[in-house]
Nanobody, 124 residues
Framework: VQLQASGGGLVQAGGSLRLSCAGS????????MAWFRQAPGNEREFVAA????????IYADSVKGRFTISRDNAKNTVYLQMNSLKPEDTAVYYC??????????????????WGQGTLVTVSS
């Protein structure tokens, strides 16, 4: 499975961005998908995950109510809609795919497939 993330950029606090992650090289609809982020000097942290069918979703507490993960299996794409952005959301955002259809973990080392990352910068 190859993943390509896009949609990052510079936005003011309170603004919105939508990230996309396009998958290829596998059966996208068989994989649970997740978003992680990594700020400079910090470890990679879990943001959100969605199961193969889109009906099981979990979020990190820090983004709950502001971010929405979704997927379109017909387009082999998973999305992260980010609203009410804060400066502390500034990070490189990565999409990841699990071998499992269900959401199993919030740990990055449990996800074998990764996109290249897209930078989100939120100015105050």
């Amino acid at each position: 499975v190859q993943l390509q993330a896009s949609g990052g950029g510079l936005v003011q606090a309170g603004g919105s961005l939508r990230l996309s992650c396009a998958g290829s090289g596998g059966t996208f609809s068989n994989n649970a998908m997740a978003w992680f982020r990594q700020a400079p000097g910090n470890e990679r942290e879990f943001v959100a995950a969605i199961n193969w069918g889109g009906y099981t979703i979990i979020y990190a507490d820090s983004v709950k109510g502001r971010f929405t993960i979704s997927r379109d299996n017909a387009k082999n794409t998973v999305y992260l809609q980010m609203n009410s952005l804060k400066p502390e959301d500034t990070a490189v955002y990565y999409c990841a795919a699990d071998r499992s259809r269900g959401v199993r973990s919030r740990q990055p080392n449990e996800y074998p497939y990764w996109g290249q990352g897209t930078l989100v910068t939120v100015s105050s």
